[in-house]
């Protein structure tokens, strides 16, 4: 009997041990960035990545194989996905992408992940890399801004045609909570709205007054919209991806009332692949990147000029 | 005394080899309730939230455990007196919901009972639209929960034997009054345990509420939806509601557990 007893605990030791050491990698992988746009997508890619985690700190000496690890916010999974692609077809390299909320990316990196490029949905995020010495500061480059849209059923049941129509009775709004960034920023547009003469005072109080869900990330907001549940809701721009496009029409939100998140990648210091890593920069900022990404609904400057920072609220 | 010996040295080992399960189940609750501190608690039960989440799970919930044990009822007992073709394929279908990831029946309701859904269409034509609204909630929580009361019915009458309901048949009683008076009384204490097993599952019910109802306080918001909310915004509000609901599920399973003690074989729920 003790025989048994002695390989039975064995065997719960060693599981005990293999759990343990899978779950270093899950940190980045776990609690969903409530910003989280592209999930499926982000849940392989940040496992794949997973494993690059636990390679301590700095990235791995293995010469410059032509491999990139990519640690882009989860919002650009679409765009950093077709982009790696195209990037990887036109030079001998290998794109490891690992999306993740940009707070959860930060984290990793600060705490030694071996990454070469940091692509942030905000500066705070950034900052974040710099201060703990990964990312040089002054290296990085607004490459995108998001902003908030409107967007009806393609059938827009509720004849929805101005944002001032959201404050007509009976509209069936949703937007995502309070704690998800993009509905603060959604209730920002409307206290900045009701300021405005265009707008009655009492606008956020009547728009509330239609909101019939609160959702829990941007993606549920989408998904309610596209089905048709819900007259109305708003979500980032860069959500209304190719594939919803034909689902969902759109109200633009004007600058004054927007919240524009701008995007900035950079290098980290310590990549072995320091080259390769600025040509993938390089593409990104170039007309061809762009255009990729404002195929995914992110602003892009025109031109090859660099965006400034200056004119940017930070999210 | 030798022999004593080998006994002794496997239950040791079998304590031990139990141990880290039982810790780690026990361990987050533990933790849940070291961190909150009663007097916080208290003070936090009339935040209007906290008391619109709870009075909307308490309602939600028991209206789920009424249609449960009105359109149950029939279900159970057909299933547990007659034998036809298809029986075992019915009594998978409703093990289903119990099985099934909450989100995938939200999302299965939402394009059943949606305003562009299979049903939906139609009552949107009629002026009625459930999405978004408690009957929604309600809706959700039965989908998910109403298989236990059915399961546990089912087995209950199935445990009746059938000789007294043939004697009451005799007697003269109509099948209704056999049900009533023989085969209710009968499994009583079992059917009782299914209620409130369905009333807990009920009132835990998260994904399918979120992505079928929504989530709207006072409307949609129940306790489980404010919890996971509230856990991003307003920590206080998360625990206090996590509390409560850990210690009604407690005592809603130990009392069931007592109950079922009484009547039927222990080990069975």
Do not use: H
Not at chain 1, 156 to 177: M, R
Not at chain 1, 191 to 202: D, G, Q, R, V, W
Not at chain 1, 216 to 233: M, Q
Not at chain 2, 15 to 28: D, G, M, Q
């Amino acid at each position: 009997m003790t025989r048994y007893a002695r390989s039975f605990v064995m065997v719960v030791i060693a599981t005990l041990a293999s759990c343990g050491s899978s779950t270093q990698g899950v940190p980045g992988t776990t609690s969903a960035d409530m910003n989280a746009t592209q999930t499926v997508a982000s849940v392989g890619q940040a496992s794949a990545a997973a494993d690059t985690q636990s390679v301590p700190s700095p990235a791995t000496p293995a010469g410059n194989t032509g491999a990139l690890n990519v640690f882009a916010a989860a919002s650009l999974a679409g765009a950093f996905t077709e982009l790696a692609k195209q990037f990887e077809s036109a030079n001998t390299a290998m794109l490891r992408l690992n999306f993740a909320g940009s707070q959860q990316l930060a984290q990793q990196i600060k705490e030694g992940a071996a990454a070469d490029i940091f692509a942030s949905a905000n500066q705070r995020q950034l900052a974040v890399a710099i201060e703990a010495g990964r990312v040089g500061a002054g290296t990085q480059q607004i490459f995108a801004r998001n902003r908030l849209v409107v967007i009806y059923p393609q059938d827009n049941p509720a004849q929805l045609t101005q944002l001032q129509d959201l404050a007509k009775p009976n509209v069936k709004l949703v937007l995502a909570a309070e704690a998800v960034p993009v509905g603060e920023y959604a209730l920002d547009f409307l206290t900045k709205a009701s300021e405005l003469p265009e707008y009655s005072a009492a606008y956020k109080q009547s728009v509330l007054g239609n909101v019939v869900s609160y959702e829990e990330n941007v993606k549920a907001v989408l998904t309610k919209v596209a089905l048709s549940e819900a007259d109305a809701g708003v979500v980032y721009s860069s959500d209304v991806s190719p594939e919803v496009a034909g689902q969902v029409g759109r109200i633009d939100i004007p600058d004054e009332l927007n919240t524009l998140a701008a995007y900035p990648i950079a290098p980290i210091s310590d990549s072995p692949n320091a080259e390769l890593a600025g040509q993938f920069i390089e593409y990104v900022l170039s007309p061809e990147g762009q255009d990729v990404l404002a195929k995914y609904g992110f602003i892009v400057d025109d031109g090859a000029g660099q965006p400034t920072a200056s004119s940017v609220k930070q999210p | 005394m030798p022999s004593r010996r080998p006994v002794r040295t496997w239950w040791l080992s079998l304590a031990l080899l139990s141990a880290p399960l039982l810790l780690f189940l026990c361990l987050p609750l533990v933790a849940l309730v070291l961190r909150i501190d009663l007097l916080s608690v208290l003070m936090r039960l009339g935040e209007p939230p906290v008391v619109q989440a709870i009075s909307l799970s308490l309602l939600t919930a028991s209206l789920a455990t009424l249609i449960a044990l009105f359109a149950g009822t029939p279900v159970a007992y057909l299933l547990a007196r007659w034998s036809f073709r298809g029986r075992g394929v019915l009594d998978t279908l409703i093990d289903l919901p119990m099985v099934l990831p909450p989100s995938v029946a939200g999302i299965a309701l939402l394009i059943t009972f949606g305003r562009r859904g299979l049903v939906g269409q139609y009552l949107a034509e009629w002026g009625v639209s459930l999405a978004f609204t408690s009957a929604a909630v309600v809706l959700a929580q039965t989908f998910v929960a109403a298989p236990f009361y059915v399961k546990a019915a089912m087995g209950a009458f199935a445990r009746v034997e059938r000789e007294l309901e043939q004697a009451a048949a005799i007697d003269g009683a109509s099948p209704l009054q056999v049900f009533r008076l023989v085969t209710v009384p009968l499994s009583r204490t079992m059917l009782l345990g299914g209620l409130v097993m369905t009333w807990a599952r009920a009132l835990g019910e998260f994904g399918a509420t979120i992505i079928f109802a929504g989530n709207l306080p006072g409307r949609t918001q129940t306790m489980p939806l404010a919890i996971y909310l509230g856990f991003e915004l307003d920590l206080g509000v998360a625990l206090t509601l996590s509390v409560i609901l850990l210690a009604t599920s407690f005592a809603v399973l130990f009392v069931v557990k007592r109950i079922l003690a009484q009547s039927v074989p222990s080990g069975s729920l």
